[in-house]
């Protein structure tokens, strides 16, 4: 397949209709929307709104809790600009992929796996445009990996004057075009629009997914091999029970590969037979879909139910094991709207965090349908990580979006912030500069944002709020 001939995204008809995040968290007007075709035309739009003295922001999916892609001035969309231009193979097995910026991550996947190729580790959906997804830091979970940033090895970034600058991971350290590249690969797109992005891939791999109901202590008495032993471990906790469903992918070997791509094959589906395929439906359906929705709106009706809901909803999850590509590993369906605050810990802390959150919730009755997320990240050097030279235990609470959160968030957030974590720069939180400059170089990213953009023309409220104005 020649990687220039895939599908483009269709950009939505222009509409005066709100502006709204996934989660409803906010909902805006811009006095423009545009969507561009080529880079040349985002050009020309990004430097007429400077000089009418307004403001750029672009919008992927527009899945951030946070304000990050609001804005009062010109909102682009880089739906047209989507779609792979270049594939580069490397000695060492890996290739460079570029990629327009406005490339769903689904649709991205679909082109990798059809090319032999995959992303190292993805997060827990598809939905999010590459640009976007990177802006914030988006991770899935491995100890030996970084978050989607890590990934990335070049950039193409549109300027505040409409110039298009290549910013490369291989420029000199302390030079300016390394700079650049630190802060276009994720700063919540303060270093201007980018257009392209060339991702570091791998060769298509699958994975072998161990989902099993674990006494939440077992995981916590056991988590240094559980995180190290595993690619990517993760595990969800049950407010008001000590139970957690333990998640481990690993690379599986070939002979599993032919097993279960036979079974693929003949079934249409990962499941080997179809008790386990009816399994593998009821666990979506409890922890992520419909089921699930029905368990949520049980709990907004009746707040008092929420422990033994929870305790049903942990008690139902069995054990399975399956094999399928990465992508379809990694990647759920999240079809109950819900609200999130995510904070980055060092994984030391995990433990002490998990233990404050539970005293927190038995004394407080909060009622949480929700289970809470961990996983965990490789320290990495990206400026603004949240995993910035730490390794990182990442911690996620949630809220069916019709419930109250404030009270459960809050609280959790002291919590996380007593303990030195960092909050997901898309998901809510209340932190700001001042205090986050104890996290991250916020010196460097002001130095890189007066050279590309001195009169800040990519600034919005949440910029200015977490990086300084
Ligand atoms: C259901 C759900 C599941 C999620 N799962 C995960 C997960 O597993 N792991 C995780 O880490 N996060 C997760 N997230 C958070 C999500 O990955 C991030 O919020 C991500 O930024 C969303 O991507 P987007 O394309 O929707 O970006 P948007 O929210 O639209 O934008 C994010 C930021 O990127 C900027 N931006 C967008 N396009 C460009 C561009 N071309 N140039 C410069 N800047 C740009 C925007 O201005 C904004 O600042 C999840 C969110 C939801 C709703």
């Known amino acids: ?11 939505p008809a222009a509409s005066d209709a709100p502006l709204r995040t996934w989660g409803a968290t906010h909902t805006w007007r811009p006095a423009r929307r545009v969507a561009p075709h080529d880079e040349g035309e985002l050009g020309a739009v990004v430097a007429g709104a400077g000089a009418e003295g307004l403001r750029v922001r672009a919008m992927g999916a527009g899945h951030s809790f946070t304000a990050a892609a609001v804005t009062d001035g010109v909102h682009l969309s880089l739906d047209h600009l989507s779609g792979i231009e270049a594939v580069a ?3 060492d097995g890996t290739s460079l992929v570029t990629v327009r910026a406005g ?8 082109v990798l796996a059809s090319l032999g190729l995959a992303m190292r580790n993805l ?3 598809d939905r999010q445009s590459v640009a976007g997804a990177i802006s914030t830091g ?18 193409r970034v549109v300027g505040a004057d409409g110039a298009v600058r290549a910013a490369s991971g291989a420029a000199a350290p302390g030079s300016p075009e390394r700079e650049l590249f630190e802060v276009a690969r994720l700063g919540l797109g303060v270093a201007g629009v980018l257009s392209a992005v060339t991702l570091e891939v791998v060769p298509a791999f699958w994975l072998r997914a161990q989902e099993e109901p674990w006494p939440l202590d077992r995981v916590l008495e056991q988590l240094d091999e559980y995180v190290d032993e595993n690619d990517h471990a993760e595990f969800y906790w049950f407010p008001g029970t000590r139970r957690a469903l333990t998640k481990r992918n690993n690379r599986a070997t070939a002979d599993e590969v032919a097993a279960w791509s036979g079974a693929r094959a003949g079934a249409r589906g990962v499941m080997r037979t179809a008790g386990a395929r009816a399994r593998a439906v009821l666990d979506e359906e409890v922890l992520s879909n419909g089921a699930f929705e029905v368990v949520n709106r049980l709990a907004f009706a009746a707040p008092g139910m929420v422990p033994r809901l929870n305790s049903v909803s942990a008690r139902a999850l069995g054990a399975k094991t399956y094999v399928a590509p990465s992508a379809d590993v990694f990647v759920t369906r999240r079809r109950v709207r819900f609200v999130e605050m995510e904070y980055a810990l060092p994984r030391a802390a995990l433990r002490g965090v998990l233990d404050e959150l539970d005293a927190w919730l038995r004394a407080s009755a909060e009622p949480v349908p929700f289970p809470v997320e961990v996983r965990f990240a490789a320290a990495d050097d990206v400026w603004l990580s949240t995993a910035r030279g730490r390794e990182t235990a990442y911690v996620a609470v949630h809220q069916y979006a019709p419930m109250p959160h404030q009270r459960y968030f809050s609280a959790a957030e002291q919590i996380f912030t007593a303990a030195g974590g960092r909050p997901h720069w898309g998901k809510m939180h209340t932190r700001t500069a001042a205090d986050l400059a104890a996290h991250y170089p916020l010196d460097d990213v002001a130095r890189v944002r007066a050279a590309v953009d001195p009169a800040g023309v990519f600034r919005n409220d949440y910029t200015d709020t977490v990086l300084g104005s």
Not at 103 to 110: D, E, I, M, V, Y
């Open 1 to 11: 397949m020649n990687p220039s001939t895939v599908a483009r995204t269709p950009a």
């Open 89 to 91: 193979p490397q000695p």
């Open 103 to 110: 490339t769903r991550l689904h649709a991205l996947n679909r």
């Open 123 to 125: 997060g827990d959906i």
């Open 138 to 155: 988006t991770h899935g979970t491995g100890a030996r990996l970084g978050g989607l940033a890590t990934q990335v090895r070049g950039v």
